[in-house]
C-alpha cells in the first residue's frame, strides 16, 4: 500500500469508530414511555374558522384552532405522532372553488393540505368524500399516480401533503393493486425511561393502516364503477397486519373512516369498526365518519352503546379508540403508555388513556386560532369569498331549516323543485317511457343543529348569491332519478319518519320530540302540492305514515313514480329500503347545487308562495298529557309563524344545556 493511500484511509478510521459509538444501544427490557396518538377526523376543508355559506366567522370549527390543542398536546406528549383520519379535502366553498371552480394546477397543493403540512401531520387516511371529486382530482392533488381509467398515466406526479397517505381496501380495476399504499411503518424516535429511571433515547416502530367505507362504490358509482373495487375491512386487515408485523411493525394503529355498527358483517358494510378491533394485531384504532364524539359517558348514540363498547374509557372489545367529532371541533389523544419487553415495545392497556378535546373552553369561549394558517391560505381565502358572493337570483322570504323538523320547507322546496324540475325535463327529452309517470322530488334539511346553534341553513331575504345556494345544498351530489312504486314510496317516507321519538300521549312529563340518532339529512321529504301525508308520531317506527294521497286520492301499492334524488340516497346512502341502486333510471352527470343554482338564476325572483309553501306532511294530531318538545336556534320563532307553523311556541331562551340551544314546544293538537 502506497503511503499516499495509507494517508487517505488513516483518517477515515477514527471517524468510523465515531460514528459506530453514537449508533443507539438497544432498548433495555423494562424501559416505559407514554407515545400519544393525536387524531383529526372529518375536517372537511374547514381550513379556517369561518363560514363561507353566513360569510362570518365562526369560532366553533376550525384546524386553525385544533392546532391549539395539538400544540397543547404535543407539550404534554413530547413523544406523539399526529395522524388524520380522512374526509378532509371536500365539505366548504374552499373546497369546491379549488376543485370546480378555478382547479388546482399540478404545482399547487390543497390548501387543507397546505395546513396539515404546517402542523407536520405524521400520516392520513381517506374517507369516503375523498372521491366526491373523481379519482383525477384525487390522484393530483394526493400527488399520487393511480393506475385506473379516467386518469392519465402520462401525467407527472403532482404536488401532494408532505406525510404519507395510506388506504388498504380499495384496488384498481386494472392493475389489482391497492389504490394508495396500503400501510406504511414510522420509525418514531422517542424519548423513554430506562429501568434504571434515567432517559434514554429509543425507536418505536408504528404502523399505519387505512380504511374507506366499502358502500363508496355506490355513493360515488359514477366515478368509481369500472375503475376501482373494495374488500372489507376485517380482511382486509387480517391480510396486511401480519405483513406489517413481519416488517418489524411493533405497534399497528387503525384509521379507519367509519363507526362502530354489530350488525351480521358484511364486506361492503358502512361501519364495519367493530369488527376491526376484534381482529387480531390492531393496538389501537382512529375512527370517524359518523361525525361523533367518543370517548363519551353522557352518548346516547346507538353505536357506542353495543357490548364490548366503553363509551367512558373510549375501549371497543379492549382496543383503545377515539373519534373526533368532526370539523376540527375536537382532537382525538390516545396516550399509548408502552413497556419494552427487551424485543419490542408493547402496549400497557391498563396505563392508556384516551379522550377527545374540545375547542371550546370550560367558560364557552374558545381556544385562540394559529395565526399562521391564515396567512397561509390567505389568497385562497379571499377569492373563496370573492367567487361565493356572486348573485344569481333574489328572494322575497328568508329561506332557513331552524324549524324544519315540525314542517318549515322554505329552505327545502325550492331544492325539490329544481331536482324535479331538472327530472321531468331529462324525461321529457331522452326517457319517453316514463314520460306517463307522477315526477316528485325528494330532499332534507342538511343543516339542522347537529354541529351547533349556528349549524343551520339560513338564507335571508334579498339577494341569493352562490354561498346560498351552497347552504341550501351543502353537498356535491348528483341528481338521480329512481322508478319507485306508491309502496317503496311510503316505505321510504316511513324511514324518514325515524327521525322522531315515539312520543306517548299519556306521559305527563316532557317528551323529547328529536331522534338525534336518525340525522336530519336522512329525514327525506316531499313539497308538492298533489301530495299529502301525515305523519303520526304516537305510532312506533314502521307504521307512522298516513292519509298518503296523490291529487287528491290515496297512493296505491303498485302505483308508479318518477323521484329526484341524489346518487347518495338512490345507491344505498342512509339504509332506506328499496334504495340500493336497482331503481335508479337517470344517474346524471349534473351536480344537485348547480342544477339548483341554474334553477334559481332562471326564476330570478323567488317567492313565499311559489317557492316555500307547498308543505306535503303534517303531524297527525294527538292530545298529549305532557308537553313534546325540541331544541332549536333561540330568537326565531317568528321564522315558524312566517311559514305558517302556529302549533309552536317558547318554553325557554336558554335551554340549560350550555349550548345555546332554546327550547321549544310542540302542540300535536292543532
Not at 406523539?80 to 383520519?85: A, M, R
Not at 379516467?150 to 404519507?164: L, T
Not at 405497534?251 to 381482529?279: C, F, K, R, W
Request: hydrophobic fraction near 40%; proline fraction near 6%.
Amino acid at each position: 500500500m502506497s503511503t499516499a493511500l495509507r494517508l487517505l484511509i488513516l483518517p477515515i478510521a477514527p471517524v468510523l469508530l465515531a460514528a459506530c459509538s453514537t449508533l443507539p444501544a438497544s432498548t433495555p427490557a423494562g424501559s416505559t414511555a407514554t407515545l400519544a396518538l393525536l387524531e383529526t377526523t372529518d375536517l372537511h376543508a374547514n381550513v379556517l374558522s369561518y363560514d363561507y355559506y353566513k360569510l362570518q366567522d365562526e369560532p366553533s370549527i376550525g384546524l386553525e384552532r385544533t392546532a391549539a390543542l395539538i400544540a397543547q398536546a404535543r407539550t404534554q406528549f413530547p413523544n406523539n405522532l399526529l395522524l388524520d383520519n380522512g374526509d378532509t379535502i371536500q365539505g366548504t366553498a374552499l373546497a369546491d372553488y379549488q376543485a370546480l371552480v378555478k382547479p388546482l394546477a399540478c404545482d399547487q397543493t390543497l390548501a387543507i393540505y397546505k395546513a396539515m403540512n404546517l402542523l407536520k401531520v405524521d400520516g392520513g387516511g381517506i374517507g369516503n368524500h375523498e372521491f366526491n371529486y373523481g379519482l383525477a382530482f384525487l390522484s393530483q392533488v394526493t400527488g399520487n399516480r393511480f393506475d385506473v381509467d379516467s386518469v392519465d398515466a402520462a401525467r407527472p406526479r403532482c404536488a401532494g401533503p408532505q406525510f404519507p397517505q395510506v388506504l388498504a381496501n380499495v384496488y384498481s380495476v386494472k392493475s389489482g393493486k391497492p389504490l394508495f399504499a396500503p400501510y406504511h411503518i414510522i420509525d418514531k424516535q422517542i424519548t423513554a425511561a430506562g429501568a434504571d429511571g434515567k432517559a434514554i433515547t429509543s425507536t418505536v416502530k408504528v404502523g399505519i393502516i387505512s380504511f374507506a367505507p366499502p358502500t363508496i362504490m355506490s355513493w360515488d358509482k359514477r366515478w368509481l364503477e369500472g375503475r376501482v373495487y373494495t374488500q372489507g375491512v376485517r380482511e382486509t386487515a387480517e391480510k396486511f397486519i401480519p405483513e406489517m408485523r413481519a416488517r418489524g411493525a411493533e405497534l399497528v394503529v387503525a384509521i379507519s373512516h367509519g363507526g362502530l355498527d354489530n350488525s351480521p358483517y358484511s364486506p361492503t358494510m358502512e361501519n364495519g369498526n367493530y369488527y376491526l378491533s376484534q381482529v387480531p394485531g390492531v393496538d389501537a384504532m382512529l375512527i370517524g365518519h359518523s361525525h361523533q364524539l367518543f370517548p363519551n359517558a353522557a352518548s346516547t348514540v346507538p353505536q357506542f352503546n353495543l357490548p364490548g363498547v366503553d363509551k367512558v374509557k373510549g375501549l371497543v372489545h379492549g382496543v383503545p379508540t377515539v373519534m373526533a367529532s368532526l370539523w376540527g371541533k375536537h382532537l382525538g389523544v390516545i396516550g399509548l403508555r408502552l413497556r419494552h419487553d427487551g424485543k419490542q415495545w408493547v402496549i400497557d392497556k391498563a396505563q392508556t388513556t384516551v379522550e377527545a378535546r374540545g375547542i371550546q373552553n370550560a367558560d364557552k369561549s374558545y381556544v385562540q386560532p394559529d395565526p399562521a394558517i391564515a396567512k397561509l391560505i390567505a389568497a385562497e381565502h379571499a377569492a373563496t369569498i370573492a367567487y361565493v358572493q356572486t348573485p344569481v337570483g333574489a328572494t322575497d322570504f328568508r329561506m332557513s331549516t331552524y324549524f324544519a323538523d315540525v314542517g318549515d320547507i322554505s329552505a327545502i322546496e325550492v331544492v325539490n323543485q329544481a331536482q324535479a324540475g331538472y327530472l321531468a325535463a331529462y324525461v321529457k327529452a331522452n326517457l319517453p317511457q316514463y314520460a306517463h309517470l307522477p315526477v316528485l322530488s325528494m330532499s332534507s334539511p342538511f343543516k339542522s343543529g347537529s354541529a351547533g346553534v349556528t349549524d343551520y341553513t339560513d338564507v335571508k331575504a334579498g339577494n341569493v348569491a352562490l354561498n346560498n345556494a351552497a347552504d341550501l345544498y351543502l353537498y356535491p351530489n348528483a341528481l338521480y332519478g329512481v322508478r319507485m312504486t306508491g309502496a317503496e314510496l311510503k316505505a321510504w317516507l316511513e324511514h324518514s319518519a325515524q327521525r322522531f321519538n315515539t312520543i306517548d300521549p299519556a306521559k305527563a312529563a316532557p317528551q323529547e320530540l328529536i331522534n338525534t340518532a336518525h340525522p336530519s339529512y336522512n329525514f327525506d321529504t316531499i313539497t308538492s302540492k298533489d301530495v299529502r301525508y301525515e305523519i303520526d308520531v304516537t305510532q312506533p317506527p314502521g307504521q307512522r305514515i298516513k292519509r298518503l294521497s296523490y291529487k287528491g286520492k290515496a297512493v296505491g301499492a303498485q302505483q308508479e313514480f318518477l323521484i329526484a334524488t341524489n346518487n347518495y340516497r338512490a345507491s344505498g346512502g342512509g339504509n332506506f329500503p328499496g334504495l340500493d341502486g336497482s331503481k335508479t333510471v337517470l344517474a346524471s352527470p349534473d351536480n344537485n347545487r348547480e342544477l339548483l343554482i341554474a334553477y334559481i338564476t332562471q326564476q330570478k325572483n323567488l317567492t313565499r308562495a311559489n317557492n316555500g309553501a307547498a308543505r306535503s306532511w303534517r303531524f297527525a294530531r294527538a292530545a298529549t298529557k305532557g308537553p313534546v318538545v325540541f331544541h332549536t336556534a333561540p330568537d326565531v320563532l317568528d321564522l315558524a309563524q312566517a311559514a305558517g307553523i302556529d302549533n309552536v311556541t317558547l318554553l325557554k331562551a336558554d335551554d340549560g344545556a350550555g349550548k345555546g340551544f332554546a327550547l321549544y314546544q310542540l302542540d300535536l293538537s292543532k
